[in-house]
């Protein structure tokens, strides 16, 4: 065990005493809210490539979301700016590409010198004067209209990124606030309902089988996240800057907290129960991820990691919170 480890694990057992009163024997786990002799690590917060803070995970959970999910949303966010013929060329990328014809997906091959005699072979260049040879899944006569504008990556990310932003959220209050967020109401919607249920209803099946049902379960979450427009380099999201916004109703009273995520020149927002996260909050909350208003109002605070409370700023706004997700 590394020694950044044993003191990450150390102050989490303290942290853990203060709230119940005694502390955990082996680490209790704010995911699947178990204390099991199990091996653990150093977790990334946010993906790693967007990120280098940690904290201490069980090394299951984290291989598990880092495999289906963080490995996926982080391959396509390294895409997106590549040329087309370098994404559909690239063997190590999870993706479809498909020639639109009259409205029509055309699914595709690679082009290793054999072909159906009902295919058709195109060649696509990039503007860097690169090109790769497909084969696409139409007749040669219907495919003498195909052009290079013609294809597009068909790559819907929504659940790898759903289910990659909730984590990071979650770690990210567990890592700024410890166990009074992850033992409290908030962390157990977060952590306890959402992460766990979906982590043991399909660890131990195959990575397509849980990709498969990632997008069935995490499509009921996407009204957490949004992407914020236009953000910029000032805003390095909560677990570098302590930044959330805290959502109000027409009472005043806080229903959310909304936590930022940094991905590179992206940033996301995750809103999740606010503190204290009491039954009644998390009502509030999930009312309005499921009513059709998306007007909000919000005030900006930060995270005092000295006196373990959040200061408000003073600076308050009107915001447009979209549901119809990511």
Known sequence: MSDSLQECLARLRDDYAREQGKPFKHFFCPILWTDEDTELCMGHVVNKAFGDRRIVQRKDVDGFYGSIAESELQAFFECRDRPIEEVISDPNVPKEVHAIIDGKKVDYYPCVGHKSP??????????????????????????????????????????????????????????????????SAAGEYVGHQILRQFYLQNCGKSGKQVKQAAKTYFSQFVNMITPIHGATDLMKGTIADNRLHLFCGSSGNPYGMGVLIRMNERLFEVLVPALPGDSDRVA??????????????????????????????????????PKSGL
């Not at 790559?155 to 790898?160: E, F, I, K, N, V």
């Not at 009513?291 to 930060?302: G, R, T």
Request: hydrophobic residues 40%; contains cysteine; aromatic residues 10%.
């Open 118 to 183: 009902d295919h058709a072979r195109v060649r696509i260049e990039g503007p860097t004067g690169a090109s790769t040879d497909l084969v696409l899944k139409m007749s040669p006569g219907s495919a003498a209209a195909v052009q290079s504008a013609a294809l597009r990556v068909d790559w819907d990310c929504t659940a790898p990124a759903t289910a990659s932003l909730i984590k990071a959220a979650h770690l990210t209050l567990f890592c700024l606030i410890g166990y009074s967020y992850a033992l």
């Open 284 to 321: 509030t909350y999930l009312d309005f991820l499921g009513n059709d208003n998306e007007s909000v109002a919000f005030e900006v605070c930060y995270f005092n990691t000295g006196s373990g409370r959040c200061e408000f700023s003073g600076e308050r706004g009107q915001r447009t919170w």
